[in-house]
């Protein structure tokens, strides 16, 4: 029997080429989506199955519990990926902006996880985090983002070590930039501060962000390659740090947060206009 495995969030990006490379790899693939398109579309692809499913809808939880258990297949593995990225300067978003945030990238993950859980368990299977290099270090003017990828990685560090007994691997994906629909969504928002305080050095840094992402980005399918050998190895580590170059990384770990504050502050004052 095919292994299954659901993908929430599979409509673009990261979440879609997934779905399409592991379907290609054999595996059953339950997509999920919001909109019609979106799951028409997946469901032409061989190999998968479109689910329709809103991570932030109990309604669409309890369909998601009855589709697992109607086909009858079981679960290998959930791949979290579904989330947004909510931008700006955090002295100008609401405690409402912050809570849709989390709504989606932790409270909405968790919902999933724990409907799934027993078919995973059974499998002794795996659950795979979609997190992000913001779980380690926090940029400025990404705020809601960063904060609930922290959050994210408490989460599954603590499920992780839960569920050390019981065969179940849990694993953290931590991307840098991929190239994404979510940078584009994020150009939205950078208007929305236009009379902060911020403004000036928020506006560019945003810009900055997303000129990076579209141009220097991982193509998705490099994630997409990560996560089948998360699937499919025997041992796979707690954490995967995939990025465009990794020697940022290592450089924030040897350096005290006193240091790269002050670079931050160079940036920042560079952008800020007298
Ligand atoms: N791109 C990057 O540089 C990067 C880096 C590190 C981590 N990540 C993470 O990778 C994941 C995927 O992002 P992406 O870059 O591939 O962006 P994307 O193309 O914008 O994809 C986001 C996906 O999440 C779905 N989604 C959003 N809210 C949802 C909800 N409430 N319920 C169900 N699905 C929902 C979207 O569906 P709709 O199409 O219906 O909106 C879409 O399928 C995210 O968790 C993101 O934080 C991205």
């Known amino acids: ?21 592991l379907a290609a790899q054999g595996f059953l693939v339950y997509a999920g989506a919001r909109k019609e398109q ?31 258990e109607d086909e009858g297949n079981g679960l290998f593995a959930v791949f979290n990926n579904a989330g947004i990225a909510i931008a700006g300067p955090l002295m100008d978003i609401s405690v409402e902006e912050i809570e849709r945030q989390f709504q ?20 002794k299977g795996r659950i795979i985090m979609m997190s ?7 940029t400025p003017f990404f705020g809601p983002y960063c904060s609930s990828k922290h959050a994210l990685g408490g989460y599954s560090d603590s499920l992780r070590r839960e569920l050390l007994l019981y065969g179940v691997k849990v694993v953290k994906i931590q991307a840098g930039r991929v190239n994404t629909k979510i940078w584009d969504k994020g150009r ?19 810009e900055h962000a997303i000129h ?3 141009t220097t980005g991982l193509d ?16 796979p580590k707690a954490s995967y740090l995939i990025a465009p170059s990794t020697l940022k990384y290592r450089i924030i770990k040897v350096l005290s947060e006193r240091k790269i504050d002050k670079m931050v502050k160079k940036e920042l004052q560079k952008y800020k206009k007298n």
């Open 38 to 68: 979106d799951l028409i579309a997946l469901n032409e692809i061989n190999n998968i199955m479109s689910i329709k499913l809103d991570i932030t809808s109990p309604k669409e939880i309890a369909s998601l519990k009855k589709f697992i």
């Open 220 to 235: 998705p399918i490099e994630v997409a390659k990560l996560i089948y050998k998360v699937l499919t190895i025997e041992n």
């Open 1 to 21: 029997m095919k292994k299954c495995v659901l993908i929430t969030g599979a409509s673009t990006g990261i979440g879609r080429s997934t779905a399409e490379y």
């Open 104 to 123: 989606t990238n932790l409270f909405g993950l968790h919902r999933v996880t724990r409907a799934v859980f027993p078919h995973i368990l059974e499998a």
């Open 132 to 138: 992000s290099d913001s779980e380690f270090f926090a």
């Open 212 to 214: 990076k992402g579209k």
């Open 188 to 206: 939205d928002m950078i208007p929305k501060y236009k009379n902060s305080l911020f403004s000036d050095e928020a506006t560019k840094i945003g």
